[in-house]
């Protein structure tokens, strides 16, 4: 495989055909922040946070680093102005919906995002994809999938699927930036079939793994 | 119909039905676009046809595509002379029949100016048909969809032949790239090129597509123009998939148009039928087939990538333009996919050439286009003019004005993804860069007027709730970012805007455009850029007004 | 689902049997067969054809074309539109609102209506649009709209 050398913050990176500008990064210990990203998962390109400036052959662009392909010569900016402000309002824009995610409070903190500048949004789900893609291309048991377009755009259980695969697997709960996943899941056992979840008998598998559940407290209200 | 084999044997057929027609003979074309459908020109038609059907053969009744002018439909035409009737009804069809067969015209039916009361009769006359260059929508009302002979009668397939029988298909692709055509979709990108980077890519399996979506509202000339012609945007097609050595292609358009559907499958039956699609087209030893597909019933599958998904059976998310549809598109294969009003200019290029093609329009914008005319103006309708025509004219000579009496207050190009710009800009030519320049892009040509009554923030604010309904959700910028554009612009309307929602607009503005995975998300606030940069005083006098009114500012 | 619409539904189904690709073109057909997407359809189209039902779920709930719920007898339709919104379709569809009780996608309890409102359907000439069952009442005021809606049982 033929090797490629590009430029990431003025840092010269080598790195082979094939290769995304994350990859490269990570490969050379640059930190780009991610969100729906997932080494198992394919390259999704929804968050956008992992927006780089390329500068190539004379043109500047902005980019998403997970999905772009490293090519000879590129001059990469992991950190500018313009890229700074993409992801402070993006974040913003996510905390209007999950004020209190861990990722995006540090992401917040980093950027200097203010959790309160856009109107609070009803559903604490920021569609990253992450529980619906791991169902899909992982576990392919496809339990839990999007629905709908636009910002009414969510995800959901298929309680048909969900009553026989989740409790023995609930990997994705893990995985949720916001643990809405695992709320989502408990929400449509409650009402589709509650009582009636399959699962192995107890005395053939492992102890079940307790799901990291984030507390929720209260959020001081500021106009 | 037995097959056609050869180009001879295209021409000699073409001669056969000229022959088989006497120009002489009385010819009413009565229109079936979708606006004068909607005022019931079906039973026009019928009318014509009971009456007419009394005297034997003597006057041939055509029902057609659209003829542009809408807002006078039912639209007849009566040939020889092109007499134009409008606002025709059922009950002034025995009228209009005793009129033609004495050579007569029927005054009280023709078009009458509305200020000085002045009549004309014959289209050339008539001042929404004067102003225009008709090239592509003018054979409109001369041809019957259904009928694959009218189309030969006026010299269709005669490009085909040509491309087939005298050019390469690099002399074909080499016309088409100095003709300088660029795409009539809303993007501009000169065909040519295009053309070529699919030519060019090492796949042998190509496709070729039609978009004729068409999504952008108030658009409304490609369903003319594909339910009125077919045959000449397929033609184009065929052109153009021999050009760029694509062996198959998709007509991809919208579901919820019958009368487009039923003409659209006919051409592509008939064309099958007289050989033009299929093996060996006239002896060429090119191969090309054409499927239809539908929407259904979203905007966002008229982007490309996200309607090569949608072809695929895929649901229709964008792919990020780093792999180029012409080189990866519909299952990985490089696909060409054009405008339907960019194929339809294809076949006139190859029979007159670049050069007659350059020597129409501006120096950066070639050829003619389509533009729906509607809002407040007197004369809605599919107009035709040569790039660089000022808007002036496509606003009053042709437009009529606004309506009611009022004065225009924005002119609204590219529909929710396009801009508002003054009236005092009026002078400014229809040119793509220029257009662009001024924060109108021209987008696929729907023009609207709006009258001194309209609420700029209220526009904004619809076209925001648009398109927030028509995005996919996959990306954050988008799917977030509208939405709480709209949120903000909602407020703005109602009274209730805050200290700091323009700027929160701006940098919702900013942000959606630069993050965004498709041109959906990217041109979403383009009509809020030109609201800001026209009109801004309207949107400032919504903050202050709260904000005077007492309320804690923050 | 009467037993004639089950047979044709079926009888899609077959056609596109282990034909993973064509699961939009079955949906459409089934959809203007039967007006609306029942649940157990879904599941034997996603069985037959070879999709995750969650596949088939995403794309019957985004595009607006498909209906997952039972459709009233007429389809009343207000064009919203930029054109027809500029000539006030958004009284119109106040009107229709206010007459049937019924908001953007919503059908009545007798199944007499469902009431839509969409993009542009080209006509913008004739604008403001009502259009019931697939016929169009140009030029309308919120005046006319209760005569129209009187013929439809």
């Given at each position: 495989m033929?090797?490629?050398?590009?430029?990431?913050?003025?840092?010269?990176?080598?790195?082979?055909?094939?290769?995304t500008?994350l990859?490269?990064?990570?490969?050379?210990?640059?930190?780009?922040p991610?969100?729906?990203?997932h080494?198992?998962?394919?390259?999704?390109g929804?968050?956008?946070?992992?927006?780089?400036?390329v500068?190539?052959?004379?043109?500047?662009?902005?980019?998403?680093?997970c999905?772009?392909?490293?090519?000879?010569?590129?001059v990469?900016?992991?950190?500018?102005?313009k890229?700074?402000k993409?992801?402070?309002v993006?974040?913003?824009?996510?905390m209007?919906?999950?004020?209190?995610s861990?990722?995006?409070?540090?992401?917040?903190?980093e950027?200097?995002?203010?959790?309160?500048?856009?109107?609070?949004?009803?559903?604490?789900?920021i569609?990253?994809g992450?529980?619906?893609?791991y169902?899909?291309e992982?576990k392919q048991?496809?339990?839990?999938?999007?629905?709908?377009?636009?910002?009414?755009?969510?995800?959901?259980?298929?309680?048909e699927?969900?009553a026989r695969?989740?409790?023995?697997?609930?990997?994705?709960?893990?995985?949720c930036p916001?643990s809405y996943?695992?709320?989502?899941?408990?929400?449509?056992e409650?009402?589709a079939f509650?009582?009636?979840?399959?699962?192995?008998?107890?005395?053939?598998?492992?102890?079940a793994?307790a799901?990291?559940v984030?507390?929720i407290?209260?959020v001081p209200?500021?106009? | 119909?037995?097959?056609?084999?050869?180009?001879?044997?295209l021409?000699?057929?073409r001669?056969e039905?000229?022959?088989a027609?006497d120009?002489?003979?009385?010819?009413?074309?009565?229109?079936?676009?979708?606006a004068c459908d909607?005022?019931d020109?079906?039973?026009?038609?019928a009318?014509?046809v009971?009456?007419?059907?009394?005297?034997?053969d003597k006057?041939e009744?055509?029902p057609?595509?659209?003829?542009?002018y809408?807002?006078?439909?039912p639209?007849?035409?009566?040939?020889?002379?092109d007499?134009c009737?409008?606002e025709?009804?059922?009950?002034d069809?025995?009228?209009i029949?005793?009129?033609t067969?004495?050579?007569?015209?029927?005054?009280r039916?023709?078009y009458k100016?509305p200020?000085?009361?002045a009549?004309?009769?014959?289209?050339h006359?008539v001042?929404?048909?004067?102003?225009?260059?008709?090239?592509?929508i003018g054979d409109?009302p001369?041809?019957?969809p259904?009928r694959?002979?009218?189309?030969?009668a006026?010299?269709?397939?005669?490009?085909?032949?040509?491309?087939?029988?005298?050019?390469?298909?690099e002399?074909?692709?080499d016309e088409?790239k100095?003709?300088?055509?660029?795409?009539?979709?809303?993007?501009?990108?000169?065909?040519?090129?295009?053309w070529?980077t699919?030519?060019?890519?090492?796949?042998?399996t190509?496709?070729?597509?039609?978009?004729?979506?068409?999504?952008?509202?108030?658009?409304?000339?490609?369903?003319?123009m594909?339910?009125g012609?077919?045959?000449?945007?397929?033609e184009?097609?065929?052109?153009?998939?021999?050009?760029?050595?694509a062996?198959?292609?998709?007509?991809?358009?919208?579901?919820?148009?019958?009368l487009?559907?039923k003409?659209?499958?006919?051409a592509?039956?008939q064309?099958?039928?007289?050989?033009?699609?299929g093996?060996?087209?006239?002896?060429?030893?090119?191969?090309?087939?054409?499927?239809?597909h539908?929407?259904?019933?979203?905007f966002?599958?008229?982007?490309?990538?996200?309607l090569?998904?949608?072809i695929?059976?895929?649901?229709?998310e964008p792919?990020?333009?780093?792999?180029r549809?012409?080189?990866?598109?519909?299952?990985?294969?490089p696909?060409?996919?054009?405008?339907v009003?960019?194929w339809?200019?294809?076949?006139?290029?190859?029979t007159?050439?670049?050069?007659?093609?350059?020597?129409i329009g501006?120096?950066?914008?070639?050829?003619?286009?389509l533009?729906?005319?509607?809002g407040?103006?007197?004369?809605?309708?599919?107009v035709e003019?040569?790039?660089g025509?000022?808007?002036?004219?496509?606003v009053?000579?042709?437009?009529?004005?606004?309506r009611?009496?009022?004065?225009?207050k924005?002119?609204?190009?590219?529909?929710?993804?396009?801009?508002s710009?003054p009236?005092?800009?009026?002078?400014a030519?229809?040119?793509?860069?220029?257009m662009?320049?001024?924060?109108?892009?021209?987008?696929?040509?729907?023009?609207?007027l709006?009258?001194?009554?309209t609420?700029?923030?209220?526009?904004?604010?619809?076209?925001?709730?648009?398109?927030t309904?028509?995005?996919?959700?996959?990306?954050?910028?988008c799917?977030?970012g509208?939405q709480q554009m709209?949120h903000?612009l909602t407020?703005?309307?109602?009274?209730?805007?805050?200290?700091?929602?323009?700027?929160r607009?701006?940098?919702l503005v900013?942000?959606t455009?630069?993050?965004?995975?498709c041109?959906?998300g990217?041109?979403?606030g383009?009509?809020?850029?030109?609201m800001f940069?026209y009109?801004?005083?309207?949107y400032?006098?919504?903050i202050?007004?709260q904000?005077a009114?007492g309320?804690?500012?923050? | 689902?009467?037993?004639?619409c089950e047979?044709?539904i079926d009888s899609i189904i077959e056609?596109?049997?282990?034909?993973?690709?064509?699961?939009?073109h079955a949906?459409?057909?089934?959809?203007h067969?039967?007006?609306w997407l029942?649940?157990?359809?879904m599941?034997?189209?996603?069985?037959a054809l070879?999709v995750?039902?969650?596949?088939?779920?995403q794309i019957?709930?985004?595009?607006?074309?498909?209906?997952l719920?039972?459709?009233?007898?007429?389809?009343?339709?207000?064009?919203?539109?930029?054109?027809c919104?500029l000539?006030?379709?958004?009284?119109l569809?106040s009107k229709?609102?206010?007459?049937?009780?019924?908001?953007?996608?919503?059908t009545?309890?007798?199944?007499?209506f469902t009431?839509?409102?969409?993009?542009c359907?080209g006509s913008c000439?004739?604008g403001p649009?009502?259009?019931?069952?697939?016929?169009h009442?140009?030029?309308m005021?919120?005046e006319?709209?209760?005569?129209?809606?009187?013929?439809?049982?």
């Amino acid at each position: 495989m033929s090797e490629i050398v590009l430029t990431i913050d003025d840092q010269e990176v080598k790195a082979t055909a094939g290769m995304t500008v994350l990859q490269a990064a990570q490969q050379a210990g640059i930190t780009i922040p991610t969100l729906c990203h997932h080494e198992k998962l394919e390259a999704f390109g929804g968050c956008r946070l992992c927006m780089v400036e390329v500068e190539s052959r004379g043109w500047t662009s902005y980019v998403v680093s997970c999905l772009y392909p490293v090519a000879k010569d590129i001059v990469v900016r992991t950190r500018s102005e313009k890229v700074d402000k993409i992801r402070k309002v993006l974040v913003e824009e996510l905390m209007a919906h999950a004020p209190d995610s861990p990722e995006l409070v540090k992401l917040a903190e980093e950027y200097g995002a203010d959790r309160n500048r856009f109107e609070r949004e009803a559903s604490f789900c920021i569609v990253c994809g992450l529980c619906v893609r791991y169902c899909n291309e992982v576990k392919q048991k496809n339990a839990v999938g999007f629905i709908d377009n636009g910002p009414l755009r969510e995800i959901r259980f298929i309680p048909e699927v969900a009553a026989r695969e989740c409790w023995d697997c609930q990997e994705c709960f893990a995985l949720c930036p916001t643990s809405y996943a695992q709320a989502a899941y408990l929400l449509t056992e409650a009402l589709a079939f509650p009582g009636q979840r399959k699962t192995a008998a107890p005395a053939a598998k492992t102890p079940a793994r307790a799901a990291r559940v984030i507390p929720i407290m209260p959020v001081p209200v500021t106009t | 119909m037995p097959r056609l084999q050869t180009a001879a044997d295209l021409e000699k057929l073409r001669t056969e039905i000229l022959a088989a027609r006497d120009p002489a003979k009385s010819c009413i074309a009565v229109c079936a676009g979708a606006a004068c459908d909607g005022m019931d020109s079906a039973a026009v038609a019928a009318a014509f046809v009971a009456e007419a059907g009394k005297l034997g053969d003597k006057i041939e009744v055509r029902p057609t595509g659209c003829h542009g002018y809408c807002e006078k439909g039912p639209n007849v035409v009566v040939t020889p002379g092109d007499i134009c009737y409008f606002e025709v009804q059922p009950t002034d069809v025995p009228e209009i029949i005793a009129a033609t067969l004495q050579g007569e015209v029927v005054e009280r039916l023709v078009y009458k100016d509305p200020n000085t009361g002045a009549k004309a009769v014959h289209m050339h006359e008539v001042p929404f048909y004067k102003h225009q260059m008709r090239l592509l929508i003018g054979d409109n009302p001369k041809i019957d969809p259904m009928r694959i002979d009218d189309y030969l009668a006026v010299g269709g397939y005669a490009a085909l032949v040509k491309a087939l029988t005298e050019m390469t298909p690099e002399q074909v692709l080499d016309e088409v790239k100095k003709a300088n055509l660029r795409g009539r979709g809303g993007g501009g990108f000169p065909a040519g090129s295009k053309w070529e980077t699919t030519r060019n890519a090492p796949e042998k399996t190509k496709y070729v597509i039609v978009n004729g979506h068409e999504g952008e509202s108030a658009a409304f000339m490609d369903r003319a123009m594909l339910t009125g012609n077919p045959h000449k945007v397929l033609e184009g097609l065929i052109i153009g998939a021999y050009a760029i050595g694509a062996q198959k292609g998709f007509m991809y358009t919208r579901h919820d148009m019958p009368l487009l559907e039923k003409h659209v499958r006919q051409a592509l039956a008939q064309a099958k039928e007289y050989g033009l699609l299929g093996k060996n087209i006239l002896g060429s030893g090119f191969d090309f087939e054409c499927e239809l597909h539908f929407d259904v019933g979203i905007f966002v599958s008229g982007e490309s990538s996200a309607l090569m998904r949608s072809i695929e059976g895929n649901p229709p998310e964008p792919r990020p333009k780093y792999i180029r549809t012409s080189v990866s598109g519909i299952w990985d294969k490089p696909s060409n996919l054009n405008n339907v009003e960019t194929w339809a200019n294809v076949p006139q290029i190859i029979t007159r050439g670049a050069e007659w093609f350059t020597s129409i329009g501006s120096e950066k914008s070639k050829g003619t286009k389509l533009i729906s005319l509607s809002g407040n103006v007197v004369n809605s309708g599919v107009v035709e003019v040569p790039m660089g025509t000022p808007l002036r004219t496509l606003v009053f000579d042709i437009g009529g004005g606004v309506r009611d009496g009022k004065t225009l207050k924005a002119i609204h190009f590219g529909g929710a993804m396009g801009g508002s710009i003054p009236a005092d800009l009026i002078d400014a030519p229809l040119d793509f860069d220029g257009m662009s320049k001024l924060g109108a892009p021209i987008g696929a040509g729907g023009l609207l007027l709006m009258d001194e009554d309209t609420d700029m923030v209220e526009v904004a604010r619809y076209l925001m709730d648009f398109l927030t309904q028509e995005s996919c959700g996959k990306c954050v910028p988008c799917r977030e970012g509208m939405q709480q554009m709209l949120h903000i612009l909602t407020r703005l309307t109602e009274g209730e805007g805050k200290a700091g929602d323009l700027e929160r607009l701006e940098d919702l503005v900013e942000v959606t455009g630069a993050a965004s995975l498709c041109a959906l998300g990217k041109t979403s606030g383009d009509p809020l850029k030109s609201m800001f940069r026209y009109f801004k005083p309207e949107y400032e006098a919504r903050i202050s007004d709260q904000a005077a009114g007492g309320s804690a500012a923050k | 689902m009467s037993k004639m619409c089950e047979k044709e539904i079926d009888s899609i189904i077959e056609k596109y049997r282990g034909q993973p690709g064509s699961l939009i073109h079955a949906l459409v057909e089934i959809q203007h067969e039967n007006h609306w997407l029942p649940r157990e359809v879904m599941h034997k189209v996603a069985e037959a054809l070879e999709v995750p039902f969650a596949r088939v779920m995403q794309i019957a709930s985004f595009y607006k074309t498909f209906s997952l719920t039972p459709k009233g007898r007429h389809e009343v339709h207000v064009c919203t539109g930029m054109t027809c919104h500029l000539r006030g379709a958004a009284r119109l569809q106040s009107k229709v609102e206010e007459l049937t009780g019924l908001k953007d996608g919503e059908t009545d309890a007798e199944s007499r209506f469902t009431f839509a409102t969409g993009a542009c359907l080209g006509s913008c000439s004739i604008g403001p649009e009502l259009i019931v069952d697939g016929k169009h009442y140009g030029r309308m005021t919120p005046e006319k709209v209760e005569d129209v809606l009187k013929r439809y049982e």
